[in-house]
């Protein structure tokens, strides 16, 4: 047990930096902040983040506040938070071009290059810069709305209306289901050749994780699922999930997958896994799980560690 914790951090987890969302609020503080020398900024375009290439390995493309000044007007910057009490900002770009010895790059391919806990920045910064671009008309009475809270609100600037909308974040389940030391795994037509990978799916409205996990897998595979117990979760911001990550205990044990979702989907031995996951990065192996990025990865290291 103790060697996982030892571990890289999941991926998209363990940002360094502070939400100070207790400073959200203050404007005479943030307004300082966007301007102080000290400040940096994170561009993305296409949401794509800007990447620093060249050093060790790559990192963040934090630009000055002086740097972000001229890509800024039409562009609100929200706040990520602090590290040693120096603000970060992240905002879209348009189409501007990379800064020198910079590169826009998606954040999935990205994230796993990164510096640990870097890559939870930009799952931050990549959910919120796409809710601001998806949500300018308000819900409600389709009137503009207008950048609140360093970013963590959009108000509706109609007065008779004055509707306030949040960022959202999706719920996920994704279940690794056991029975007897053996684990099910499944496999979508879109995975590459021998990838399997737990099963997942939306919450929904009025349900809980544990009903969830029950449904998604009643209805993937026809498996009975009983206990249910939480391991870990990882925010996958795509736009904007949060994965859920559980062990189910199947109470069933004949396969019947709903093909709609589903490939294929068995049993797995332990040994099985271990081998899956060793090979988890080899694209010729015949049997492999997801890359150590994705939460299935992790949970079916957990699992075989014993948590
Ligand atoms: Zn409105």
Redesign the pocket.
């Known amino acids: 047990m103790s060697a996982l914790f030892s571990d890289p951090p999941i991926g998209f987890t363990a940002s360094p930096l502070d939400r100070a969302s207790n400073l959200r609020r203050e404007e005479g503080w943030l307004t300082a902040r966007r301007a102080a020398p000290e400040s940096r900024f994170l561009p993305l375009t296409d949401l794509k983040a800007q990447i620093r290439l060249g050093g060790q390995r790559p990192d963040i493309g934090w630009i000055s506040a002086a740097e972000a000044a001229p890509l800024l007007p039409g562009h609100d910057a929200v706040f990520l938070g602090l590290e040693n009490d120096v603000a970060h900002f992240a905002f879209d770009a348009g189409q501007a071009a990379p800064a020198t010895g910079c590169k826009f790059i998606d954040v999935r391919t990205i994230a796993p290059q990164l510096p640990d806990g870097h890559a939870a920045i930009l799952a931050q910064a990549r959910s919120l810069v796409d809710w601001h671009a998806r949500h300018g008309f308000?819900a409600?009475?389709?009137?503009k709305t207008e950048l609140r809270e360093a970013g963590y609100a959009r108000y509706?600037s109609?007065g008779a209306?004055?509707?306030q909308h949040f960022p959202r974040t999706d719920p996920v389940v994704i279940m690794l289901v056991e029975r007897e030391g053996r684990l099910l795994l499944g496999r979508q037509e879109r995975f590459p050749a021998g990838m399997f990978s737990a099963l997942a799916g939306f919450m929904e409205p009025g349900e809980t994780i544990e009903e969830a996990v029950r449904r998604e897998v009643l209805e993937e595979a026809s498996i009975v699922v009983g206990s249910v117990r939480y391991m870990a979760s990882q925010p996958w911001p795509f736009p904007s999930s949060l994965m859920i990550g559980c062990v189910g205990e199947a109470l069933s044990e004949a396969v019947k997958i709903d093909p709609k979702e589903l490939e294929s989907a068995r049993w797995f031995e332990r040994h099985e896994v271990e081998a899956m996951l060793r090979d988890s990065e080899d694209m010729a192996a015949p049997l492999r799980i997801g890359a150590p990025i994705a939460l299935a990865h992790q949970l079916a290291k957990r699992w075989l560690a014993g948590a």
Not at 140 to 143: A, Q
């Open positions: 308000c409600v009475c389709g009137h509706c109609n209306c004055k509707a």
